[in-house]
């Protein structure tokens, strides 16, 4: 159980939050509410995990946000213009991938810390977004798009299937992969990693690129569930990237990585907001529940900290030489 509760240390928070709402509202453990929840945790998880590695890596990326603003402009432009969905789609992605490239190449070339260059990236997207699309919604109706949120394969919500392969891609990566390992290294100690002889630039360009294009595919889901874009979609969602990240158990300062903790954290996170809502309380204590969150995970890891610090984790090199291989 000890163990348990060490590399998923949600799992009691979530089912007391479980047990709460269940007793203040008639209608949270229907099966069409753990539906609703599941598929808006699945949604935020995708990037939440990009993310992880992002935060194991000892970095952050404040940019997502407008990624996902963007990404969903550029799609649905392009789905108006006559261009196939699956090429609309792609197209998004990509810009993603350049945004996420830009910020890397920024980061290691120019050497600015990824506060700034990721703070600054976030304010420039966000223009070229509102820029785009003109301050006008971008509406589409694309049967192929809403697909990435209201298909149901083998009767199972999209973003839910979604969210497991990316989950099973992400635990693979970051414990059964030489790159898992070395985003690891980079975060525990970047210097030692150097030295050690690993592609320390490479790496991190590498994890700001997966998660312009987690960005990317963000946008694409908004953009499907709504069915169209804008330019001030995704402000704010860079708080909530990083927050289930953190609560979640993944080291703020690098060094682990807790994918189980990720997931866990973006269902705690939206099964909050859905029992807010199902309490008829108003959407801004919502945003207010999510920064008290981020506080509290936050405190409790500083009073934990050397407990933390010794406690065996996932995806933890054991040493530069094994890091290395």
Known sequence: ?????????????????????????????TSGNIENVLVAAGILAVPGLAMTLCLAMGEFDLSIGSTVSLTGVVCCSAIIAGQPAILAMALALAVGAVIGLANGLVITKLGVTPFIATLATLVIVRGLSLAYSDGHDQIVSSPALKYLVGG?????????????????????????????????????????????????????????????????????????????????????FELDAITVVVIGGTALLGGRASIVGTVLGAVLIEAIRNGLNLLNTPPAYQRISVGLLLIAALAIRGVHRVGSDTAPAAAQPATAQEVAR
């Open 1 to 29: 159980m000890t163990s348990i509760m060490r590399r998923a240390p949600l799992v009691l928070p979530l089912v007391g939050v479980v047990i709460i709402l269940s007793a203040t509202t008639d209608s949270f453990l």
């Open 152 to 236: 149901r394969p083998l009767g199972v919500p999209m973003p839910v299937v979604l969210a497991i392969i990316a989950t099973i891609s992400a635990w693979w990566t970051m414990n059964r992969t030489r790159f898992g390992r070395w985003v690891c290294a980079v975060g525990s100690n970047r210097e030692a990693a150097r030295v050690s002889g690993l592609p320390v630039d490479r790496i991190r360009i590498a994890v700001y690129v997966l998660v312009g294009v987690a960005g990317g595919f963000w946008g694409l889901l908004i953009s499907s569930q709504l069915q169209k874009g804008n330019g001030q979609l995704g402000m704010g």
